[in-house]
Nanobody, 118 residues
């Protein structure tokens, strides 16, 4: 049974940093891209960053240069390092598995809230 569990969200001031973590269990990690998506109130869920099993990445234009996705295949973990956070980064962030660099897979975590505010 596939399970994705996020952690690391919270409240941070503009310009601050947060690191999100996603722990994966089940047959989802090897061979698939893992990604982070976010959904702000009143908006559609959007891709933030994704990484293939071989290390290729895809980032939304709005986060390029500020966010970094990484994965530890041995530990079955995916991370999202978020720097220079802006109020418009406020959203619920979801871990996703089973997809590609450009489209979401079937499996989602429960989400973790990130709030950027002074």
């Amino acid at each position: 049974q596939v399970q994705l569990v996020e952690s690391g969200g919270g409240l941070v001031q503009p310009g601050g940093s947060l690191r999100l973590s996603c722990a994966a269990s089940g047959d989802i990690f090897s061979g698939y891209a893992m990604g982070w998506y976010r959904q702000a109130p009143g908006k559609q869920r959007e891709l933030v960053a994704a990484m293939s099993s071989r290390g290729s990445t895809n980032y939304a234009d709005s986060v390029k240069g500020r966010f970094t996705i990484s994965r530890d295949n041995a530990k079955r973990m995916v991370y999202l390092q978020m720097n220079s956070l802006k109020p418009e980064d406020t959203a619920v962030y979801y871990c996703n598995g089973g997809g590609t660099l450009y489209s979401a897979g079937f499996y989602w975590g429960q989400g973790t809230q990130v709030t950027v505010s002074s």
